[in-house]
């Protein structure tokens, strides 16, 4: 369940549709050329802030600004010790010189202001294209002296939204699998791995997790044993209002791979209840249940379109599991309907869509483990982005595209990764919660949960 924080934007963004236009940074761009970022010391708004309490939390807002804005990888933030500029400047053109920042090549300048009323910390935020000698946001931000990082995540997704043109993922987070002794559970960590948090407590084996479209519930599956000692995968739902997981259905076999719908009004998942494991869609109010494949092979691992027409899946009905995708509403009719994306490779997994819906990126077992790739839609443009290091699994975007999650051995255990789409910059995001895997990112959040 979303936390409500206090939390007032008091200033409106002084940036207008015609120039956002010209100052978006083309994501695949920066990846070449990194925007050059200058993030001077916050200023202190009021008389004795410069000490104590005040000043730690000052320190920490600033600093949460600035590791958000070095995760994305679109930027280059100088080091202070190259700043020119004195520290009696103020936060408005009038009141500094923008050739202090032309003169060691800063692209977008960074201003901050900061004061405390009470429980209250008031934020001031501007951003400056440092070339066009222009303002590009000004913003006034009020929180709570207690959320700090609430008040740092919400101003760094400001930058980042007006110089890409995207939300930011400061708000988002990582549902994965995690094992220590013989059980798997379900944790959450935020966007960066940080603050993880065990969400089940099973003892058993709990894995494929899947966020609901508002980010307030996780479908996974659980290997369960009933009171005859028969096994069953089962699905289940966790509520984060509640704490508690519910069953979702327990039908006879496999119950498992859920991924819902973009409306949130389905959940796809692979069901064996009629023999052979197919994709159904499951209508979590209702419990009613649609096939949508039928083949002699295996069907798992859906994963819908951004416009929840369509749904890829792996599948060996040509005796090797590979990628195929198919039209939702066909299928409900013609389950065989589907067509084949991937040719290649001995064993392909675990197909995710890109926000934009232009790419899919899966992993596939190349010799002898798995690595990642992109393709198009239509199966074209294929692309490898790991190679020679461990095996890497479990694809999943992030909700501005610019990073895939996904698993990796490459260290010894498995843990949680990221890496930009181009392949180029990875960072681990896991430590010390034992083997972690099947990572999924959260839906777009514009507040903490």
Known sequence: MRRTPFFVVLGLTLLNTALAGQIYIPVGEARVKKSVVAFPDT?????????????????????????????????????????????????????????????????????TGISFTGENISYEMRLYDVLGAKQIVGKRYVAKQAEPKVLAHSVANDIVTALTGKPGIFFTKIAMVCKKGHSKEIWVTDFDGSNPKQLTSHGTLAFAPAWSTDNRK????????????????????????????????????????????????????T?????????????????????????????????????????????????????????????????????RLTFAGKYNATPTWSPDGRKIAFASINDSRFDLFLMGTDGTNLERLTKDEGSNEDPHFSPDGNFIAFSSNRAGQKNVYVITVDGKFTKRLTFGLGECEAPKWSWPAAAAF
């Not at 064996?272 to 649609?290: A, C, W």
Request: charged content about 25%; overall charge neutral; proline content about 4%.
């Open 218 to 269: 996780i479908a996974y599956s659980l290997y369960t044993k009933n009171s005859h000692n028969i096994k069953n995968i089962d699905l289940y739902e966790y509520d984060f209002g509640t704490h508690r997981s519910k069953l979702l259905s327990n039908r006879k076999g496999i119950n498992s791979g859920a991924a819902y719908s973009p409306d949130g009004r389905h959940v796809a998942l």
């Open 43 to 111: 200023k202190y708004m009021s008389a004795g802030m410069d000490a104590g309490d005040s000043k730690g939390l000052a320190r920490l807002v600033r600093e949460t600004i600035g590791n958000d804005l070095a995760f994305t990888n679109l930027f280059t933030m100088q080091d202070r010790s190259a700043f020119i500029e004195k520290g009696d400047a103020g936060l408005t053109l009038e009141t500094f010189r923008i050739s202090d920042w032309t003169t060691i090549g800063t692209e977008f300048l960074v201003k």
């Open 271 to 339: 069901m064996s209840f009629l023999g052979n494991p197919d994709i159904f869609l499951l209508d979590p109010v209702s419990k009613e249940v649609t096939r949508l494949t039928k083949s002699l092979g295996t069907d798992v691992d859906p994963a819908w379109s951004p416009d929840g027409k369509r749904i890829a899946f792996v599948s060996t009905r040509s005796n090797q599991p590979m990628v195929y995708v198919g039209d939702v509403e066909t299928m409900k009719t013609a389950p065989s309907s589907a067509s």
